[in-house]
């Protein structure tokens, strides 16, 4: 199954909409205007909020905490390091592997591929191809995918690059 995220251009609000293979509505993603950190809120088609990932500001290291149902399930933290910035993915016992900074990456549970993400190209803003293998990780992939995006988007706007680990 596919899932298909573009990014609307807003002022001072993010929010869009997340669609299946035949362009139906799934999910709403909403980010909050003028908060402390980015925060996104992702709904259900009846408006429950069934995720949610949040930045911790007061640390030493970059960290992005990611829950669902209201409760902590994983988190995304910028490891310290010399040279190029990496990232531990603590989520599920999952690893990301691929081209993050191109989109181009996989998700693993062990060496089962849980989801295959691609970046669209040509499009004016975020706009990629989440392809689930199984229906029971459609929202826990989703999840990921907006929390390595709100790190990518953290990193982008400080101009440094992303590489991620396990």
């Known amino acids: 199954m596919k899932l ?11 929010k869009f909409a997340v669609t299946d293979e035949q362009g139906n509505e799934k999910y709403y993603v909403q980010g909050e205007a003028l908060s402390l950190g980015q925060k996104l809120h992702i709904y259900d088609l009846n408006n429950n909020e069934v995720g ?8 030493f290291e970059s960290q992005f905490y990611i829950y669902i149902c209201g409760h902590e399930v ?4 910028k ?3 010399f040279f190029k ?5 603590d989520y599920n016992g999952w690893r990301v592997e691929g081209d993050v900074m191109g989109w181009n990456y996989d998700v693993y549970e062990g ?8 970046k669209k190209l040509m499009s004016w803003t ?3 191809e989440v392809d689930i293998r199984q229906a029971e990780d459609e929202l826990s992939a ?10 990518k988007s953290k990193e982008n706007s400080s101009g440094v690059s992303v590489n991620f680990s396990s």
Request: no cysteine; charged share 30%; glycine share 2%.
């Open 126 to 128: 975020d706009s990629y």
């Open 79 to 81: 490891k310290i390091t």
């Open 85 to 89: 910035p990496k990232y531990e993915v």
């Open 142 to 151: 989703l999840i990921l995918v907006l929390a390595i995006d709100a790190v």
């Open 111 to 118: 060496n089962r591929v849980v989801a295959t993400i691609r």
């Open 4 to 14: 298909y995220v573009k990014q609307k251009l807003t002022f001072l609000k993010e």
């Open 52 to 59: 949610f990932i949040k930045e911790k500001l007061i640390s």
């Open 74 to 77: 994983g988190m995304i933290k």
